[in-house]
């Protein structure tokens, strides 16, 4: 265990400088590269174009731009969408009512509500050692204490460590997870994980809040009920529909507990009043009819991209190298012997091999952290073009291992 307390930057001082002190973070900026001629890339958690329904969304909006007066007004949530949800969240193993889902500007908002509603300036946050940046970014203005547990490659988060900090007197305003499948790591939480972290939430009173942003992108069979199907009262659900749909319609939500409900509704209102009545319209539309073959059409596609890089990474990573075998989501994980700096070789991946991956650096919760690592994304590119990227990369790796 490690623990910080979020740094206050050097321009505090200056009265122009944001009251947080956020920077836009290196990884936004490799992922979000512009294309370039023979840049393949691996860096960002974007789907991949051919698996957003670019025309069933089309026909969508045609459809409540043209009979529906209150699509270009200001509203209330729409029920439609709210119940959608709901059907959506038995898929993950979840039972709960249509006022129990607050809507947002995608996980993102949902992320940053939560740190809102349940953080006190200067409280504890756990997470783990690696972490989805926009996490840190919700929770810095609150200048948290940062208590960081490893994750095990194979079973997640490590949960004895978390059982030792909160016996031991820590009392984080949430713990944060991402059970399925996580990012940066892609590794989904074991069931023993689950029930063990499900337990010292009650046990210790200390909420979860659950990630799940990739929950509904699984790849093999037996996908695990998400961490709210075990316990409704402590469990706080983030959703998206980024991931499984578009990003740019910046649609989110909460599942939260019936009793948190009130406040979390007036701090939405308070951050963007609601979500846009166009987009809930939409969606709910969408989600009406054959959304069960879009989503088993993406979870192919996105298969077949998993399996592309596996393949690729056991046929061009030398073998001192691990990695993770991600069950489902958009990222594996990997692990370089520890005299290889992940920092210095993902800049010569891009200046050298043309390719662009985000080094694990990036998603430590605390600083310094280890720099051995790498995220590998398969959502965005093609099988064929993940083949040659990882054929780049460990030619790459190769020449590092060689020359030290
Ligand atoms: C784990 C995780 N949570 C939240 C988000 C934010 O997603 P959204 O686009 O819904 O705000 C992302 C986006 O990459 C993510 O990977």
Not at 16 to 44: F, I, K, N
Not at 198 to 209: E, Q, S
Request: charged share 20%.
């Amino acid at each position: 265990m490690s623990t910080t307390t979020l740094e206050r930057p050097e321009h505090a001082a200056d009265a122009a400088a944001p009251r947080s002190g956020c920077t836009r973070s290196r990884l936004r900026e490799l992922a979000l590269l512009p294309a370039r001629p023979g840049l393949l890339s691996l860096a960002g958690g974007l789907p991949a174009p051919e698996l957003i329904p670019r025309g069933a969304y089309a026909a969508a909006l045609r459809e409540v731009l043209a009979g529906d007066d209150g699509a270009l007004q200001y509203g209330q949530p729409s029920e439609p969408l709210r119940e959608r949800i709901v059907e959506l969240m038995r898929e993950r193993g979840v039972g709960c009512e249509p006022r129990q889902v607050l809507l947002t500007s995608g996980a993102q908002q949902a992320l940053s509500l939560v740190a809102q509603l349940l953080l006190a300036p200067g409280g504890q946050v756990l997470m783990e050692e690696h972490v989805y940046t926009g996490l840190r970014q919700a929770v810095l203005p609150y200048r948290p204490a940062i208590l960081t547990v490893p994750t095990d490659l194979d079973t997640g988060m490590d949960i004895d460590r978390a059982r030792t900090l909160l016996a031991g007197g820590a009392r984080p305003a949430f713990v944060y997870a991402i059970a399925d499948t996580h990012n940066p790591c892609g590794v989904r939480l074991g069931r023993e994980q689950r029930s063990g972290l499900a337990a010292l939430a009650r046990r210790f009173g200390v909420p979860i809040v659950e990630d799940d942003s990739y929950g509904l992108l699984h790849y093999d069979r037996g996908p695990l009920p998400a961490l709210r199907a075990l316990d409704p009262e402590w469990v706080i659900y983030v959703g998206t529909f980024s991931k499984i749909i578009a990003p740019a319609l910046r649609l989110g939500w909460l599942v939260l507990p019936t009793r948190l409900v009130p406040a979390a509704g007036v701090l939405k209102e308070a951050a963007d009043l609601e979500c846009s009545a166009l987009t809930q319209r939409a969606v709910a539309r969408l989600l009406q009819e054959g959304f069960a073959n879009h989503l088993e059409r993406i979870r192919a596609g996105y298969r077949r991209r998993r399996n592309a890089l596996l393949a690729a990474l056991g046929d061009h990573f030398p073998g001192n190298i691990r990695w993770t075998h991600p069950p489902g989501g958009f990222f594996a994980w990997v692990e370089l012997p520890r005299r290889i700096d992940g920092d210095r070789l993902c800049e010569e991946a891009l200046a050298e091999a043309r390719v662009a991956v985000i080094p694990g650096s990036a998603f430590a919760a605390n600083a310094p952290a280890p720099t051995n690592h790498l995220r590998l994304s398969f959502a965005s590119c093609a099988p064929d073009e993940i083949r040659t990227a990882v054929a780049r990369l460990g030619r790459l790796l190769e020449r590092r291992l060689a020359h030290g």
